[in-house]
């Protein structure tokens, strides 16, 4: 299904407060030197046009959010839907989340992971490309705080059966799954992401879970 072309941030908008490169924190991923304050810090990897991180800094403004996204134009979208908002709590950074988790974020220092409809990377040669790896699956467990929270939402079945197996098999500090309903929409955007708008307008199956890292 084609993707609908992207609204241009005006000429005249200022992303820099809302918009940087993942190398530029690499030395320290935090609320403190992203937004000089203690708040708990959420990551979501993969934001893609940015629906869930603007509705959810705005929605609870006692948290911070992070994006990444690797794909420039998409990190640039989300980054105006901030900063026409003038939001305080939220940020886009344009790279790899890989290096972030295994190098920039202190263990035990995020309150929540989110992952939503990952790219699946359907031909099995091209599954080590696949957000959700061995590697990235234990660096979000140790950056998770004891409590903190892993979701992850996806319509492709296998990706879900795999990613749960996975997780058991070498993060069993995660705990047990725990299914998320389905929630109805009740205007246009009220969706965790398009891609969950999508799946659902075409009554495509999705499979929701959350972890809640073990506190002893």
Not at 59 to 85: Q, T
Not at 121 to 141: A, F, G
Not at 189 to 199: C, G, P, Q
């Amino acid at each position: 299904m084609p993707r609908s072309s992207l609204r241009r941030p005006g000429q005249g908008l200022d992303l820099s407060r809302h918009l940087a490169e993942t190398d530029t924190v690499l030395e320290g991923l935090s609320s403190n030197n992203l937004f000089n304050n203690e708040l708990p810090l959420e990551l979501e990897i993969g934001s893609g046009k940015g629906l869930f991180l603007d509705t959810a800094s705005a929605f609870n403004p006692s948290h911070n959010y992070v994006g990444v996204e690797i794909i420039a134009k998409y990190a640039r979208h989300s980054a105006a839907k901030l900063a026409r908002r003038q939001a305080d709590n939220a940020m886009m950074l344009c790279g790899n989340a890989e290096p972030l988790l295994a190098k920039s974020i202190s263990a035990g220092s995020l309150e929540a992971v989110h992952v939503y409809f990952p790219d699946p990377w359907w031909k099995k040669r091209h599954r080590k490309r696949r957000v959700l790896n061995e590697s990235s699956i234990l660096n979000l467990t140790r950056c998770l705080r004891p409590g903190g929270r892993f979701h992850l939402w996806t319509d492709v079945l296998d990706y879900f059966e795999n990613t749960v197996e996975l997780i058991a098999e070498i993060s069993p500090t995660l705990g047990v799954p725990i299914p998320e309903d389905e929630i109805p929409a009740t205007h246009e955007l009220d969706y965790r992401t398009h891609f969950e708008r999508r799946s659902r307008q075409n009554r495509i199956p999705v499979y929701r879970v959350r972890y809640e890292k073990r506190i002893n």
